[in-house]
């Protein structure tokens, strides 16, 4: 896919890659380098129903840090660790016993949010480097498992090239801060 603007220098010819196997079938999809932004957007819209798991590890995070009188960075890795399976001193496995319930639902939230993530990003990909628009979360659910993960695979190197990884953890502010449109509401 090119795009017609007046380049003083036009972007290097895109390479190909073939995903798949003889079983599965393959696929060429072109190597840009990065995502497009019609595929950010793709897989903002089709996981947008939802709220992320941050919000939702972020909200209890909140409730910890005041019930336990810990920082809210403390009670957010805490959540955080817990959800995932990390190893956790023993002053936190205390209080993660003490919201067992919550940080359980927390992981099944992780789980499911992961595999909505999965397809977007799939579907997103289908649509866009195969110009395949009208594809569906349904269409990629009925692929096969391998091509599946190859062709995620392929989206993960996409989106991380060229991007600094930083293994920072969100600072106060940004756990306290929610995004537009997840506040509480009533019951």
Do not use: C
């Not at 019930?67 to 002053?91: K, M, P, R």
């Not at 993660?96 to 595999?115: D, F, H, K, N, S």
Request: a negative charge.
């Amino acid at each position: 896919m090119s795009v017609d603007l007046p380049f003083v220098v036009a972007p290097a010819k895109r390479s190909k890659r073939r995903i798949g196997t003889k079983a599965t079938g393959i696929l060429e999809l072109p190597v840009h380098g990065s995502l497009q932004v019609g595929e950010v957007i793709a897989i903002s819209d089709l996981t947008a129903e939802n709220d992320s798991a941050v919000v939702v590890a972020a909200k209890l995070a909140q409730r910890i840090s005041a019930e336990q009188e810990i920082t809210i960075l403390e009670a957010f890795a805490l959540v955080e660790a817990s959800a995932v399976g990390s190893s956790l001193s023993a002053e936190q496995e205390a209080i993660r016993l003490q919201y067992l319930p919550e940080i359980a639902e927390l992981t099944r939230i992780y789980v499911q949010r992961g595999r909505e993530r999965m397809l977007a990003s799939v579907t997103a990909l289908i649509r866009h480097r195969l110009e395949r628009p009208e594809w569906s979360m349904a269409d990629t659910s009925r692929l096969d498992q391998p091509l599946m993960d190859a062709l995620f695979a392929f989206f993960e190197e996409e989106r991380q090239a060229g991007q600094e990884d930083t293994a920072a953890p969100p600072s106060e502010q940004e756990i306290k801060k929610q995004p537009p449109g997840t506040g509480n509401q009533a019951a």
